[in-house]
């Protein structure tokens, strides 16, 4: 367990960006990849979070909720980790379901983290840094395989990206293509 695994409530200050679909991302990804499954519960700003390290098995259960912001450059985040009970009877609750693989890959010494998307967002692949701060956030670089910045477009949230189907994930990219 990571001491982020234990932090109760923090200030998340984060970038998102696209990667092209024929990038090479993967061969800049450091050791360590981990499943994300994600159910959004509906009606509220929760998510629970099973992480699975792929290679250890080894999982962390977690309700997380992401109050609202005046920026979406930072947030404040709470968890609270679960044991497998009260996972259980939370994900009774109705939600929508959302699942990543996570890598990683260091870029000018910060870690960026890409998520891959399955199911009905398979082909996504998403981009993100966070930073102690928000000065320090805004001069993060990008790795070159990270074309666009999403960030302040809440169509690539979790909350979001968890409800949409297939088609309008492929009509929101292409219109980044004809733009």
Request: charge should be negative; proline fraction near 3%.
């Amino acid at each position: 367990m990571n001491a982020e695994d234990t932090k109760y409530t923090r200030v998340e200050y984060e970038r998102r960006f696209l990667v092209r679909e024929d990038a090479n991302w993967r061969d800049r990804i450091d050791p360590g990849t981990r499943v994300l499954d994600d159910k959004y519960l509906r009606d509220t700003r929760l998510r629970l979070r099973i992480v699975t390290d792929t290679e250890s098995g080894h999982r962390i259960v977690k309700l997380t909720k992401k109050a609202d912001s005046t920026s979406p450059y930072f947030r404040t985040v709470s968890r609270i980790l679960l044991s497998p009970a009260e996972y259980t009877v939370l994900d009774a609750v109705d939600g929508d379901r959302l699942t990543k693989t996570r890598y990683h890959c260091t870029h000018l010494g910060r870690t960026y983290a890409i998520d891959r998307f399955d199911g009905e967002l398979d082909g996504l692949v998403l981009c993100e840094v966070e930073a102690a701060d928000l000065d320090d956030l805004m001069k993060a670089e990008p790795p070159d395989f990270a074309y666009r910045e999403v960030t302040e477009d809440a169509f690539f949230d979790g909350a979001n990206l968890c409800r949409i189907g297939r088609e309008e994930l492929l009509a929101k990219l292409a219109s980044f293509r004809a733009s």
